[in-house]
């Protein structure tokens, strides 16, 4: 009779919400392509036709397919929520004084000290602010629902005060706000939590307003995030059209933009005709993106239905 083989692991005491988490992996299940990353924290599976390899955090472990039935990994003390700070502030030179951020941590965070995440940045829209994807948004739980179900990856969210900047120098009062995003905020942030500061760890998104400004710093700087998902995005008249970043790119320029997705709903009357006209711009150049658009209207409901497809979206482009 063959093995089955139990693997408990240990974690540092975390005052969170707690709960046992097991996984169950059948020998056939074990195939090259399969389980190359679980729930349960930073374990990774890999495998071939004889041996099955388990990846933890400092080391490995291999098991003869031969001599197993299953394994199960079992997890008394993983944290099953993550943290949301909204007292954090960053200095700043550019727009003087201290500029105040939302943070998201995944579960994990602090019981992993040695990992670092991948992060999206989720920008908020005209009238609200750096809180109003937590306050309005419902982000930690649903944040909290994609990582425990395992259908992404746990990264870092954060979200940021952007006044009524649109993300771009000049337009607020004279605010040179996309110097501060690119300059001061992303790097800040950066070098203060433990994040995997690359293109292949940086994600964009964000909601009207900031469905805008996801959409100009991923055109603007393909070569700083990996994907951008744009919900109900104000593609206004009065500043820097986004179509105009893309037209007239090469192919092969195009081929490294970030992976990018439009979703507007076909009752917002005031987004809808802006993002249609963007849609018949890129539709004419080689960029491959999604635009989607479904019932719904310009509000909370229809944003809290998009956030969880830019987790998923942030994490399937995730390197």
Known sequence: MR??????????????????????????????ESFLT???????????????????????????????DSITITNNDIPTEGTIDMSQTIPSQILGGNQSYTIYLPPSYNVSPNREYPILYLLHGLGQNYRSWETNGNMKAIADEAFAGGTCEEMIIVSPEAYASFYVNGYYQGMNYEDYFVNEFIPIIESTYRVKANKGGRSISGLSMGGYGCTYHAFSRPEMFSSCFAMSSAYTGTYTQVGTLVVGKTDEELANFPAFVMECGTEDWGALPMNDNVNN???????????????????????????????????????
Not at 299 to 314: G, N, Y
Request: hydrophobic residues 40%; negative net charge; charged residues 20%.
């Open 281 to 319: 711009i890129l539709s004419q150049t080689s960029l491959v993106y999604t635009y989607t658009t479904r019932p719904g209207r310009h509000d909370w409901a229809f944003w809290q239905e998009c956030l969880p497809k830019a987790l998923k979206l942030a994490s399937d482009n995730f390197e």
């Open 3 to 32: 093995n089955i083989v139990l693997i408990f692991i240990c974690s540092l005491a975390y005052t969170n919400s707690f709960a046992q988490k097991s996984l169950n992996i059948h020998k056939s299940d074990f195939t090259p």
């Open 38 to 68: 679980s729930t349960i924290d930073s374990i990774r599976f890999t495998a071939n036709e004889t041996v099955m390899r388990i990846h933890f955090e400092n080391f490995q472990s291999d098991y003869l397919l031969s001599e197993i």
